[in-house]
Nanobody
Framework: QVHLVESGGGLVQTGGSLRLSCAAS????????MAWFRQAPGKEREFVAA???????YYGDSMKGRVTISLDKAKNTVLLQMDNLSSEDTAVYYC???????????????????WGQGTQVTVSS
């Protein structure tokens, strides 16, 4: 069973930056993908970014150019650096992982088997 623990959320002012971290344990395969999704109140869960075990990166349109995802394989930890944040980025951010995902489906939340508890990001104006 894969276990994901997120950290790094909080309150930040418009234009500020935050870095989210997600530590994974329990992988049984060396080939996996880890991703970040977000969900704002009243909205559907939205893809933010993903990285594969061999460090290919994928980005969603909503934060492209303002986020960078990276993978520390030694620690099984994925980082999401978010810059130039706005109030529209306020949401709960979820870490997700899968060990058999097809890259064509990497932006689809339904393809991920494992999820973290979520971390709140609030951007104030």
């Amino acid at each position: 069973q894969v276990h994901l623990v997120e950290s790094g959320g909080g309150l930040v002012q418009t234009g500020g930056s935050l870095r989210l971290s997600c530590a994974a344990s329990g992988f049984t395969s060396s080939r996996y993908a880890m991703a970040w999704f977000r969900q704002a109140p009243g909205k559907e869960r939205e893809f933010v970014a993903a990285v594969t075990w061999n460090r290919y990166q994928y980005y969603g349109d909503s934060m492209k150019g303002r986020v960078t995802i990276s993978l520390d394989k030694a620690k099984n930890t994925v980082l999401l650096q978010m810059d130039n944040l706005s109030s529209e980025d306020t949401a709960v951010y979820y870490c997700a992982a899968d060990q058999s995902i097809i890259t064509s489906s990497i932006r689809n939340s339904r393809q991920y088997d494992y999820w973290g508890q979520g971390t709140q990001v609030t951007v104030s104006s």
